[in-house]
């Protein structure tokens, strides 16, 4: 796919957002849903393994229906973190191919760093903006389900030289280099 | 007209809230997120905010009266508080909860206690200005279209974000949000 079909005929991505705090749900419930995302928001991990139909080793996850394209998560949250939260999909077969976004107000590169060698598709720093998400968007359709299993592999296996690299850079810039892994 | 002098207030008593520093651009943001279809959006949020802060104010003060402190729980408190903080655009209650949370991590509770007061001090002069500004908005309410669509037409300027936004804000038109993408 050379360009990214906007248009109404194009199905609406459907975003799993977990996050503790009650204003930054409304918050980014409305981020999306202006971005022309489908949306459905929960307050801990344990909710959203809940919605995905993966705490139940006996129920079969009601995958069709429900289907989630995009997770994104809050880092700090109680009981269960966004990065536990990240590891137990990246680990699950079924729904290790599902992009994971964290979202985080620590600025931190071992942090980042962290979350990205695990699998995360994108780090955001809070408070998210309309624009993270347009190009959240954007990265989301051009790559179809392989591609994105390519990166994720990429991700895991390959160490980036820049790591190596003691300069300071934002985190905008070390998701930039990633992305062009 | 006392209707334009009431917009004028209006939108010069939420100028006043970022040139003093109580909002940052997250406000705006928030304000860029309210349209026809949730025209009272910002001040939901904001109320959220305000139910959310009661609780966590509260719990911060019984935690600082424990001894001795416990300052990562003091700290994972106020974490919290000022994650939904950043979120509305607090500025000077966010400036204070980093304070807060530098003395947590020097485990200084003399430090604590004192910018805990801060920490409150800012919360509610924010929420006096908050309150204020949002009675204000409701007071003058919904305008017809067509006096609306004039006090838009005459009174865009491109030359600050601002000023776009202080006049389309209060003509409370779902033309509010195409403009304010425009730039």
């Given at each position: 796919m050379d360009t990214i079909n906007l248009s109404s005929d194009a199905p609406e991505l459907?975003?799993?957002?977990?996050?503790?705090?009650?204003?930054?749900?409304?918050?980014?419930?409305?981020?999306?849903?202006?971005?022309?995302?489908?949306?459905?928001?929960?307050?801990?991990?344990?909710?959203?393994?809940?919605?995905?139909?993966?705490?139940?080793?006996?129920?079969?996850?009601?995958?069709?229906?429900?289907?989630?394209?995009?997770?994104?998560?809050?880092?700090?949250?109680?009981?269960?973190?966004?990065?536990?939260?990240?590891?137990?999909?990246?680990?699950?077969?079924?729904?290790?191919?599902?992009?994971?976004?964290?979202?985080?107000?620590?600025?931190?590169?071992?942090?980042?760093?962290?979350?990205?060698?695990?699998?995360?598709?994108?780090?955001?720093?809070?408070?998210?903006?309309?624009?993270?998400?347009?190009?959240?968007?954007?990265?989301?359709?051009?790559?179809?389900?392989?591609?994105?299993?390519?990166?994720?592999?990429?991700?895991?296996?390959?160490?980036?030289?820049?790591?190596?690299?003691?300069?300071?850079?934002?985190?905008q810039q070390e998701q930039t280099k990633r992305a062009r892994l | 007209m006392e209707r334009n002098q009431m917009h004028r207030q209006i939108a010069n008593t939420r100028k006043l809230m970022f040139d003093q520093g109580y909002l940052d651009e997250q406000f705006i943001q928030l304000e860029e997120l309210q349209d026809g279809s949730n025209p009272n959006f910002v001040e939901e949020v904001v109320t959220l905010y305000y139910r959310d802060s009661a609780r966590f104010l509260s719990n911060l003060d019984q935690a600082l009266e424990k001894r001795p402190l416990d300052f990562s729980k003091l700290d994972n408190l106020m974490h919290q508080f000022k994650g939904s903080s950043t979120s509305i655009g607090a500025k000077k209650v966010k400036t204070e909860c980093t304070h807060f949370r530098n003395y947590c991590n020097a485990r200084n509770a003399e430090g604590c206690k004192r910018t805990f007061q801060n920490v409150k001090k800012e919360y509610t002069t924010l929420r006096k200005k908050l309150e204020a500004y949002f009675q204000m908005s409701r007071q003058v309410g919904p305008v017809e279209t067509a006096y609306a669509s004039s006090v838009v037409v005459c009174t865009i300027r491109y030359d600050t974000i601002h000023s776009l936004h202080l006049n389309i804000i209060h003509s409370n038109l779902p033309l509010r949000r195409c403009a304010a993408r425009s730039h």
């Open positions: 459907h975003v799993l957002a977990v996050d503790d705090s009650n204003v930054d749900r409304k918050v980014i419930e409305k981020l999306l849903r202006i971005s022309s995302f489908k949306v459905t928001v929960v307050e801990s991990g344990s909710r959203a393994l809940q919605y995905l139909g993966l705490d139940q080793e006996k129920k079969s996850p009601r995958f069709d229906d429900l289907k989630v394209n995009l997770i994104m998560t809050d880092y700090s949250m109680p009981g269960m973190t966004g990065f536990e939260l990240l590891k137990k999909i990246k680990n699950s077969s079924t729904f290790r191919d599902i992009p994971v976004v964290i979202m985080s107000s620590e600025n931190s590169l071992i942090r980042i760093d962290r979350c990205l060698e695990e699998g995360a598709e994108d780090y955001l720093l809070k408070p998210v903006k309309l624009s993270d998400l347009k190009r959240l968007k954007d990265s989301i359709l051009k790559s179809g389900s392989e591609h994105t299993g390519q990166i994720l592999t990429r991700n895991r296996k390959h160490k980036p030289s820049d790591c190596l690299d003691l300069s300071p850079s934002s985190p | -």
